[in-house]
């Protein structure tokens, strides 16, 4: 049986204006595919922007226990970014890069880890 995806297409196209739909949108698809990756990716990032960036960690870990890939890696890296933990973002931003250099975290999101990290150093 294909999975639908359409609650989560859906969540996409209104995060922005109305993320309070998009959380209720992706609740509603991991309640209808509780071992599906993509409805525990999509509500991290609703609930990143609403910054309840513990409960987005926790949707990131879970991405990861059911898809370890290199999109669950990044995004649970500027999690944790955003939570002050620049050593694990370092760490997941790695990992990412390892499992798929084509695809993973840029330089940038590299120089912004290593520098909170290590701000006596320079970086240039």
Known sequence: MAIDFS?????????????????????RHIAANPDEPHGYFSRHLTLSQLRRFDEALADCMHTIALAPRFWGYQSRGEV?????????????????????????????DHWRARRRIDPDRSWQ
């Open 7 to 27: 609650d989560l297409d859906e969540a996409l196209e209104c995060r922005a204006a109305d993320p309070h739909r998009a959380l209720m949108l992706a609740n």
């Open 80 to 108: 944790y970014r955003a939570l002050g933990d620049h050593e694990r973002a370092l760490a997941d931003f790695n990992r990412a890069r390892n499992i798929d250099p084509g695809k993973a975290p840029g330089a940038a």
